[in-house]
């Protein structure tokens, strides 16, 4: 018997990766959902360095890091295997998939801050997104490094899902058909995927939070830049 | 007949990274020094979207970003395994190789800063070596995550060699056998492996070499900050 618990959150990317792994794979398990202002005892215990979600516990073991949590759902629960067969490929996928990971954080700036700032991460998150655009092979496949799921896409993941949430409230749209015709396609692909497709947040839900966690943090940067 | 190539930079961590791991696998390869005021168009073309050293070119075929490059290389060559067979000490492994990689740059600082930010930086890398010293499992192996050398330890490598020149040259000392007992005996274990010792850049060499470095990068900042 498999015991598998995720601590989460349910507005989190980084919760959505593992979320969305788990039922990419048919694991059953356990979510627990996380309040940030007052974080479980069982959280802090599982996650010492970062105190933060997403949890996996699998038999009672615990790891944290979205991405090593994708990676270690992978290689335990074989069926639909999110790394290629050839060694090479595979450096591929985990180039892309660390590129992104890297990138994230950046690529939501436009989102935490106003004025200048915002304007220079905008640029930044433009070419992050033309670097994906044009290098990561979308031009010819229909995910990165395959045409299948892959890694480096569940890493990008939030950018088919949380990104326009954050784009609407803002009010940008960096994702357009003519500006990024092959991410614009890949959004399509990713989102079309059932265990993708029926693990989302409700939009609407996503737009209240975001909007409440953009106005707290507007208010601590003025506050400390100004 | 396998054909590796190494476009690297003798005096850089992430080069060594490399060399060493091809060093402990026993892979023959050509190794190309680049001179980054004047990189080579090979470099450009095999990365593009860094232009940086490592690169790593098997039967013509090229890759870049250090780690991605180990573990391609670990997964290629099977002798003397970078990685647990467990998937979960896999994972723990992977944890700790992400969580160094990240903080590598950062670590760095107090030898590219001077005056207040120094100061700070040089806290961030305590509290970063306090991490790593308490939360490793380097108290009960003499390696991150078992008894012979990892992908972890090769991602923490630079701190065993090219940290002590960062110190001689700022006038600090990190790891010392009071501060960090377990990270001291690691460093020793690192030290000590034939494929590591055998292929260090001189000492004498990096001091002049990284004297050089910081003298351009403050005279740097100080032109932007100041």
Redesign the interface.
Known sequence: MEDVKVFGLWSSPYTQRVVWTLKLKGVSYEYYGEDLANKSSLLLQYN??YKKVPVLV?NG?P???S???V??ID??WPPFPLLPQD??E???V??WS??IEEKSMHMMEFFLYDGERQERAIKETLETLR?IEK?SGLSEKMFIGGNTIGLADIALGWVAHTLPVMEEIVGVKFITIDAFPHLHSWVKNFLEIPAIKNNLPPHELLVEYFKERRKVFLAMTCHHHH
Chains 1, 2 share one sequence.
Do not use: D, G, L, Q
Request: hydrophobic letters at 40%.
């Open positions: 010492p360095i699998h073991k790891m944290a890091e991405m090593v949590i990676e270690y290689e335990t060694a090479y595979r450096s591929n985990r180039f660390k590129f670097v290098e």
